[in-house]
């Protein structure tokens, strides 16, 4: 399950070394490559995180099992109800 | 600079400041909880779901002087600006896997800010007043600089004088106190909805009005070589290597910062912060768009003497009054809501970790509230005369210098929570010398971020922060290897406590229905 992390070092290599990146053309919608590929990289890096919560995330739990595991208990001073 | 009054704006501006002061003062019954706690006043209860999570760290990150002095950078140098646009999108891949530890082990035992964590991991007080410091050290003049961002729009209307920002600050600090986090967390809903809808409208309305986008970059690649200090519309030979080290140890820095932590831990489980990183990056698609309104400027023939006013004075010339009366209260109101979280970050970190630990170790939890309270109303008037009585330079470079000094946590907080590998000390002189390097360094730049390091006869031109972190983490591996076992803290937490993954965090019923 953890290799799915794997796919978050993706938007790293793809802006951390400009020279992939710094060029004019092709351009799209008047935008040089600089700028449209760094744009475009927004959804993807945001897509690949939410992959990676997807396959990494635990099967739902009740209620009951949370209290079982006896995790911290904020205060709860005047908790409307 | 002087600019005519505009009546129309000013009325719009002022009546949407008026709505977030109500609403400012109505959240301390929203989720209603014991203000006269600390987690309660400071962290929201701990019970912020995915949406308030999210306006409340959009709104928190993306502030009004990002909006003001991004577009700025971009509007007189060109490409190097543009480097928040990779910095914001590599920074939420890495708080994703980090963050959630830090949530899960602080849930469990209580803790408030990362110095919190750093006192109970390493079991040592002066690491823990080292990274406290730190953090009010960086979070003052980010405070200020909240201020220069209202001061700049309210002089674009045409408002002079200091009283407009001594009467916003006095509102920001009187509804901080009552109200606690609760206040910038239902303000952000108002002021994400509000620079949302003028940046789209930008945007998409005056790039038409100047040529279209195309017309746009020709212009900017035109006009940047002929500044004095020569831009570029795309980096080039060494400026990329120092474009891609800011951007990098920007994003490593960005969580560190004590306003971020307490936005993360005023969520109500782990997978609410694993899911902000999935859907935060909105923002970060609106950042680079506004970093572009620095290129529209250009094309507008936009006349500023002070870049700073590149984008007030371009919405000024292509919208109606009132709706550069709404851009600029979207601005003001952004100021409010980082200004807010950075005074009561800098309240949690002095109360937790330097009155309690130093003062009155036994204080009571009311005590504890009460002074956090009142430390943030003492932030924010040092802000104040910051702003008032030094030159905005001074805070300019201070913030500059709060990324270098913050990105020195990073072996403590950040390391400290996949390994106890390195010794207190190391873990405390590192942070000394890259503190000390870091400043050191800036300060031979006149205050820019990048230094010009020789290596072995060439020069590697790159961000200071990333250089000093590397110096901080060689002295801390140095010295643990020296010390080895020899005197170390007590470590408070369990290896399980840790739990990245586990959906431990969802709340009882009757908690999500504490909406009052």
Redesign the interface.
């Known amino acids: 399950m953890r290799r799915w992390?794997l796919l978050?070092?993706l938007?790293?290599l793809g802006?951390?070394?400009?020279?992939l990146y710094?060029?004019?053309s092709p351009?799209l919608?008047?935008?040089?490559f600089?700028?449209w590929y760094?744009?475009a990289?927004?959804?993807v890096?945001?897509i690949?995180?939410?992959i990676?919560?997807r396959k990494?995330?635990?099967p739902?739990?009740g209620?009951a099992e949370?209290r079982r595991?006896g995790?911290?208990v904020?205060?709860?001073?005047?908790?409307?109800? | 600079m002087s600019f005519p009054v505009d009546g129309v704006a000013l009325a719009v501006f002022c009546a949407l400041f008026a709505l977030v002061t109500g609403l400012g003062f109505v959240a301390a019954r929203w989720k209603?909880?014991?203000l006269?706690?600390i987690?309660?006043w400071g962290l929201g209860?701990?019970?912020f779901g995915t949406i308030v999570t999210w306006f409340l760290l959009g709104g928190d990150l993306y502030t009004a002087y990002t909006f003001i002095a991004v577009p700025a950078l971009v509007f007189g140098a060109g490409?190097m600006g543009?480097f928040a646009?990779?910095y914001t999108?590599?920074v939420?891949?890495?708080v994703?896997?980090v963050m959630p530890r830090l949530w899960s082990v602080a849930?469990?035992?209580?803790y408030v800010t990362s110095a919190d964590f750093v006192r109970g991991r390493f079991g040592n007080r002066e690491l823990s007043t080292a990274i406290a410091f730190t953090g009010i050290l960086a979070t003052m003049p980010y405070i200020a600089l909240q201020l220069v961002g209202i001061q700049v729009v309210v002089q674009a209307m045409g408002v002079h004088g200091d009283w407009p920002i001594i009467v916003a600050f006095a509102i920001l600090a009187a509804y901080t106190y009552n109200s606690g986090l609760r206040a910038p967390a239902l303000i952000a809903l108002v002021k994400d909805t509000l620079i949302y809808a003028t940046v789209l409208v930008a945007v998409i309305y005056i790039p038409g009005k100047v040529g279209?986008?195309?017309?746009?970059?020709d212009s900017a690649a035109k006009v940047l070589p002929t500044r004095d200090t020569p831009g570029a519309?795309?980096?080039?030979g060494p400026a990329?290597v120092a474009?891609?080290t800011l951007?990098?140890g920007s994003a490593l820095a960005l969580f560190l910062y004590p306003h971020a932590i307490t936005s993360v831990l005023s969520a109500r489980s782990q997978?609410v912060v694993?899911?902000n990183?999935?859907?935060l990056?909105?923002y970060?698609?609106l950042l680079?768009l506004i970093a572009?309104l620095g290129y529209v400027a250009i094309a507008a023939k936009v006349d500023v003497t002070d870049p700073n006013f590149a984008v007030p004075q371009l919405f000024i010339d292509f919208f109606p009054s009132w709706f550069t009366g709404f851009a600029f209260a979207a601005i003001a109101i952004g100021a409010l809501v980082p200004a807010a979280v950075m005074s009561i970050a800098a309240a949690n970190l002095f109360t937790r970790n330097l009155w309690k630990e130093y003062v009155h170790p036994d204080c009571s939890?009311h005590e504890e509230a009460q002074v956090a309270k009142i430390v943030s109303l003492v932030v924010k008037v040092g802000a104040l005369a910051f702003v008032l009585f030094l030159p905005n330079e001074y805070a300019i470079d201070l913030q500059l210098l709060g990324g270098v000094w913050m990105l020195q946590t990073l072996p403590s907080v950040v390391i400290g929570l996949y390994t106890r590998w390195f010794h207190h000390w190391g873990l405390a002189i590192g942070w000394l010398v890259g503190m000390v390097l870091g400043t050191l360094m800036a300060e031979s730049q006149d205050f820019k971020s990048v230094y010009p390091l020789d290596i072995f006869g060439t020069t590697i031109t790159a961000y200071a922060a990333l250089f000093a972190l590397v110096a901080n983490l060689a002295i801390a591996a140095a010295i643990t290897l020296a010390l080895g076992r020899r005197s170390r803290g007590p470590d408070e937490t369990r290896a399980d406590e840790y739990d990245e993954?586990?959906?431990?965090?969802?709340p009882?019923?009757?908690?999500s229905?504490?909406?009052?």
């Open positions: 992390y978050l070092a938007p790293f802006l951390l070394y400009p020279p710094t060029t004019d351009e919608f008047g935008f040089p600089f700028y760094q744009f990289w927004v959804p890096a945001s690949l995180t939410w990676v919560y990494t995330k635990p739902e739990r209620p949370e595991e995790r911290f904020r205060r709860e001073g005047g908790e409307a109800t | 209603r909880g014991d006269n706690l987690d309660e209860g701990r019970r490409a543009f646009l990779p999108i590599i939420y891949p890495f994703f896997l849930s469990r035992h209580g279209g986008w195309g017309n746009i970059f519309l795309i980096p080039e990329q474009y891609a951007a990098l997978q694993r899911r990183m999935t859907i990056p909105a970060s698609f680079g572009l939890d993954l586990a959906e431990t965090g969802e009882a019923p009757t908690v229905a504490g909406v009052a």
